[in-house]
């Protein structure tokens, strides 16, 4: 009897397989876990399977919020920048407004 | 019954492969002038990155005022540190990790305790994710919008979002945020799952109920 028989025959709790989600989310695996008991788990457990699928899709989409926002700092602070930068720096004349092109 | 095999590993690229910090037009040059004092290059690096910055801030802080000084300080260090960027790594990636350190240098200077995260983080019982043995609630799948995702967010507490952020949205490894935040390994990787699982129970109801339960959060 090899090491996965012996998982198989002593399925988990749905406790115990979330119990092990944190590192498992963590290791990277491609895909596929390495414990069967845990995969075995997972195919025959809808909530666990549901929970994963969703924990995935958080993730995947927290992405997407890499791309800047709408939102940008008031105008402000690149006059508090500008002045203080000017003042350590030395530096004649700061742009009043950042601009993205250079002339 | 039998279901569909569920890879458990993200299905995506791990986020240390996902492409970060794809170059922008022009950066180059800004700062090789920015290197030599050329003060229309650092408005223009201010205006490239402003954004993404202040973004980061905001969401580590949870606050626009603190958020905005947060700002300031970053591209204040940026620019008298600049002539020390060797090209080692993507600009961005060099002026996120700078503005990380800045924020996090700040809130212990404020007291925040980032070590105990466990107490720090989930501070009621109420705020922590419940375990989910048996719901019947529909897949998020599909549904959750950038606006929506953002909202959810912003309303984890604050060491759950300090570790999603810095994790599934810059991309940053368990190791490195261990360092950062001065914790266990183990802890990020538990405090991550927590701050997804409470995501998770936020998104849920913000799908069912019409007054969406993460926009009042967010509103406090
Ligand atoms: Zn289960």
Not at chain 1, 87 to 99: C, F, G
Not at chain 2, 15 to 40: C, T, V
Not at chain 2, 110 to 118: A, F, H, M, P
């Amino acid at each position: 009897m090899t090491q996965n028989d012996q998982n198989l025959s002593a399925p988990i709790s749905c406790a115990d397989f979330q119990e092990r989600l944190p590192d498992l989310f963590a290791s990277g695996s491609n895909g596929v876990p390495d414990d069967l008991t845990l995969q075995h788990h997972l195919d025959t457990c809808e909530n666990c399977a549901n929970l994963v699928r969703d924990l995935q899709y958080i993730a995947d989409q927290a992405r997407m919020l890499l791309e800047p926002a709408e939102e940008e700092p008031s105008p402000g602070v690149w006059a508090n920048i500008q002045s203080k930068l000017s003042a350590e720096l030395a530096i004649p004349e700061l742009p009043l407004t950042p601009k993205l092109q250079t002339d | 019954m039998t279901l569909q095999a569920v890879p458990i590993a993200p299905s995506g690229p791990a986020p240390s492969l996902f492409k970060r910090n794809p170059p922008i037009a022009g950066e180059a040059e800004a700062i090789e002038s920015a290197k030599a004092g050329d003060a229309e290059a650092f408005s223009k690096l201010y205006a490239l990155h402003k954004r993404r910055v202040y973004t980061l801030c905001l969401r580590m802080l949870g606050n626009v005022s603190e958020a905005e000084d947060m700002t300031q300080e970053a591209f204040l260090h940026l620019f008298r540190k600049i002539g020390s960027f060797r090209g080692e790594s993507a600009f961005s990636t060099w002026l996120h990790r700078l503005t990380v350190n800045l924020v996090l240098m700040q809130l212990r200077k404020k007291g925040l305790q980032l070590v105990s995260l466990e107490e720090t983080i989930s501070p009621t019982d109420e705020d922590s994710p419940k375990r989910d043995f048996g719901s019947r609630d529909p897949q998020l799948t599909g549904s959750v919008d950038r606006v929506t995702l953002e909202r959810a967010v912003a309303a984890l507490p604050p060491g759950y979002r300090m570790v999603f952020v810095l994790h599934d949205v810059e991309g940053y490894e368990h190791n490195e945020i261990a360092t950062m935040l001065e914790c266990s390994t183990g802890n990020s990787k538990s405090q991550l799952h927590k701050a997804r699982l409470k995501l998770r129970e936020l998104l849920r109801q913000n799908g069912q109920s019409s007054q969406p339960a993460v926009l009042k959060e967010a509103a406090q």
